[in-house]
């Protein structure tokens, strides 16, 4: 069964390319484009993983992350940080990886795969 | 010559003869037997010269002698003594017996002792009289002394009394010279209407008046001892007080206010009068330094490049320099912030109102709006001005207007400032590219029409935006000449609606296009001014969004125009702004949207405008939305399009 990916970006531009470059490379997606909805889904879709944006309105990605890891079923699903911040890597200290935009699609697909696999 | 005498003698022939003898002399003659009876007639008559035998019975002339000297020591007494007596005369001599004669008596030498006894006495009597007139003479000369004495010590009251005042008028003008010459006569009159003292000056330029008449120094109706200041001080006991004039001692008039003063001794009595004149020639000319001191000041504060104002406790205009008025126009009694920010409401931290509350100078820096509607960056300094118990009554302002150097600072800081600000958003839009470019590459791969077109669309949208990005950059590096050519209106505000309607309708707003079909063509740099509008169509899209208080959105884009202008209107039903905000917001990094802003959007636009002789006008009202008129010329104006060849 494909692993599932939960793509969370404020810019639409984004959320298409990352959804259409795990699609094409087998997977399934499943995408949110501020915090509260990444909350909803995360809930109902369950993913593998998340690719998680720092700077949205409202909600802002870490403040995100802090609120689905205190639940317990939720805490350890793994994130990618995909951010155009300068220092992104300071935000999600315990995230899988930091990737800055814009990014090197051959390098994150890497990431992913050595995270949860084909 | 003495005219009584006294003989003492026991025998009474010798009496008899002597008293007529002496009588003939024209004495008037007493005798007596022995000195008993002598010392009792002398004690009456007190006889100046005593005639008297030494040898006697009950007390002899030696006795006698002593007892007279001792009781009154300027009676003459004459000693008659028999032969062979010879000691005893001598030693009658040495207690003071003015001469002797032996018996029997000789007319001649009787007459020889009473010459002798009267000159005694006329010279002493003469001694008594000098020495009574010296007396006289020194009480006469200290008399004169004692008044030339006090006479100086008049003269030096009035001169002190001058100097004193000289003194007070400096600390009261300190700084200011011209008061050092106060040009006061002061002089000080008896009740006999005389000139007692005076002060130096008054001697310099009227003459040394020392007792003359208090009145002669008058020209005018005043030169009679009645009608005089000094002696109307006199018969009313009250100081005057007016204009006269006086006589210089060139012979020309000098113009006076006379003040007197009357000075009253223990009884009450006016005894010595003050007057002081002063010279009112020299007043006006003091007046008229000072007026021009006053100008002086009036026109450095006036010239300053600054706006000064006087402010009281209701933050009340009390005064206001040139240069504040003429860019605020703002009647006096009119309150500051009417003059700054229009609303009348007080600024919550207003530096003025701090100043009273903490009675030190204070500093701040706001944006301010003329009458002229331009916006001001200013750094105001305030000044504290005390009352004499040390409160705040009022307060000055001085502003400075340094817009210029803050337009200079904000290009220096803003490129730093912009990078960082808008890099965020580049590497958002390089990552959408990068994605346009992945799906127009695997569609090349997969041969799948559909992916290209898409794809294709995606970088067309993405360079796009780098495009105006990239304007917005070129904006703030340097002063970007316009790029301008004739452009069809409609075309031109068709593509800027298409930039923004998606969006729009994407959250349910509803977009009208409200354009006028025969607007015709526009001289613009097309490419910059549609940045300007994209913005300004954008935050009405964002004021829309902010506002949950209706049920349905709308944006109005509209194209008008009158005989000259392009008209470019925009309105929304959004949040609406405030006083503050619409006057802020043209300035740079001034953003009512948070750390969502940048604070640029607006400021670019403007400069846009600007750029094309254009203007923006704002009508806003909290709650129920914008209004956004932007005005753009048909026909650029020649000096744009002439900087432009250059």
Known sequence: ?118 | MADRILIVDDEEDIRVVLKISLSDLGYEVYTAENGEEALQIIEEVTPPIVLTDIRMPVMDGLELLRKIKQEDPETEVIMITGHGDMDLAIESLKHEATDFITKPIKDELLEIALKRANERITMRRQLREYTEHLEDLVREKSAKLVEAERLIAVGQVVEGLSSAMKNIVEDLESGLTYFNEMPCFVSIHNSNNEVVGTNQLYKERLGNKIGHGSWEIYASSAASQENCPVGKTFSTGKGQRRRERVKNLNGSELPVMVHTAPIRNRDGKVELVLEMAADLTEVSRLQEDLLTCQQRYQLLFDAAPCYFTVQDRDLKLMAANKKFLEDFGMQFGSFCSQAYSHDGEPHPECPVWKTFEEGESQQAETVVTAKSGEQYNVLIWTAPIKNVAGEVTHVMEMSTNITQIRQLQDHLSSLGLLIGSISHGIKGLLTGLDGGMYRLESGFEKEDQERIKEGWEIVRHMIGRIRNMSLDLLYYAKERDLQWERTDVLTFANDVALTVEPKALGHNIEFVRDFDASAGEFEVDAGVLASALTNILENALDACLEDNSKKAHKIIFGVSQDQDDIIFDVSDNGIGMDEETREKMFTLFYSSKGREGTGLGLFISNNIIEQHEGSVQVDSTPGEGSRFTVRMPKILPDEIKTLQKD
């Open chain 1, 1 to 118: 069964m494909a692993k599932k990916i939960l793509v969370v970006d404020d810019d639409p531009n984004v959320v298409y390319y990352l959804v259409g470059l795990f699609h094409d490379n087998g997977y399934e997606t499943c995408a949110a484009h501020n915090a509260p909805e990444a909350f909803d889904m995360l809930q109902k879709e369950k993913p593998d993983l998340i690719t998680l944006d720092i700077d949205m309105p409202e909600v802002t990605g870490p403040q995100f992350y802090r609120k689905y890891t205190k639940m317990d079923d939720l805490k350890d699903i793994p994130v990618i940080i995909i951010s155009g911040l300068a220092k992104p890597h300071l935000a999600v200290k315990k995230a899988v990886a930091v990737v800055e935009k814009p990014f090197d699609r051959d390098q994150l697909l890497k990431i992913v795969k050595d995270t949860i696999g084909e």
